[in-house]
C-alpha cells in the first residue's frame, strides 16, 4: 500500500521560504507525477504543480515564479519550496501522486500538513 | 485555465436518498473529469475517475457520468459516512483544477 508522508515547518514567516518534503513508501518514485496541492483553512484545492520521477516539472502559473519542485528517487523523495510567502500561503499542503497513465486521478494522498505564514 | 463550476455549492438529504451533484468546464474535456470525497481533517479521497470509472475499493453506490463540458456524480442511497464535500477536478489539462465542492450534510 503506498503511502505519503508530509515534513516541514509548520511557521514560516513572510518574505521567507516554505519548505516540504514528502516521503513516499510502499512503492517507486517511478513513472507517476508527484503533486503538490494546498487547501486554505475552510477553502477549496488548489493545484501548485508536480514533478516527473525524469525530474520534469509543471506548475500553476499563478505560482509558477515563486515554486520549485524535486524529486529525490535513491530517498524515495520529492519535495517542495516556495519563495516570498505571505498570509494568502497559509493552507493544508498536500503531497499526493497523479496516476495520470492508469487513472487519470490522484489516487494517493498524504495526510496533509498545517503551514501557518505568520511573524 | 479550464474552470470546473459545481453545483449545488450545498445540499441537505436524508439517508437512503439519491443524491446528484453536477459539474460543469468551462470547455470540452473529453471525460477527463475526477471525483474526490474530503471528510473533515482529512485528505480528498478519489471515488470516480475518468468521468465514469469507480475507483478500487470505491462502493458501488457512487457512479459518474458525462463527457465533453457536463459531469454528474451520483449517490444512489446516501449512507451516514456519506456526508462529506464532494469536488470534481479536470485532468484534461495542466493547471489541473478543482470545483468549489458541494458540502453534503443531513438533513
Known amino acids: 500500500q503506498v503511502q505519503l508522508q508530509e515534513s516541514g515547518p509548520g511557521l514560516v514567516k513572510p518574505s521567507e521560504t516554505l519548505s516540504l518534503i514528502c516521503t513516499v513508501s510502499g512503492g517507486s518514485i517511478g513513472e507517476y507525477y508527484w503533486s503538490w496541492i494546498r487547501q486554505p483553512p475552510g477553502k477549496g484545492l488548489e493545484w501548485i504543480g508536480y514533478?516527473?520521477?525524469?525530474?520534469?516539472?509543471n506548475y500553476n502559473p499563478s505560482l509558477k515564479s515563486r515554486v520549485t519542485a524535486s524529486v529525490d528517487t535513491p530517498k524515495n523523495q520529492f519535495s517542495l519550496k516556495m519563495t516570498s510567502v505571505t498570509a494568502a500561503d497559509t493552507a493544508v499542503y498536500y503531497c499526493?501522486?497523479?496516476?495520470?497513465?492508469?487513472?487519470?486521478?490522484?489516487?494517493?494522498w498524504g495526510q496533509g500538513t498545517l503551514v501557518t505564514v505568520s511573524s | 485555465d479550464i474552470q470546473m463550476t459545481q453545483s449545488p455549492s450545498s445540499l441537505s438529504a436524508s439517508v437512503g436518498d439519491r443524491v446528484t451533484i453536477t459539474c460543469r468546464a468551462s470547455r470540452t474535456i473529453s471525460t477527463y473529469v475526477n471525483w474526490y470525497q474530503q471528510k473533515p481533517g482529512k485528505a480528498p479521497k478519489l471515488l470516480i475517475y475518468a468521468a465514469s470509472s469507480l475507483q478500487s475499493g470505491v462502493s458501488s453506490r457512487f457512479g459518474g457520468s458525462g463527457s465533453g463540458t457536463e459531469f454528474t456524480l451520483t449517490i444512489s442511497s446516501l449512507q451516514p459516512e456519506d456526508f462529506a464535500i464532494y469536488y470534481c477536478q479536470q485532468s484534461y489539462s495542466t493547471p489541473l483544477t478543482f470545483g468549489g465542492g458541494t458540502k453534503v450534510e443531513i438533513k
Open positions: 514533478v516527473y520521477y525524469t525530474e520534469s516539472t
Open positions: 499526493a501522486r497523479w496516476n495520470r497513465r492508469a487513472v487519470g486521478g490522484i489516487d494517493y
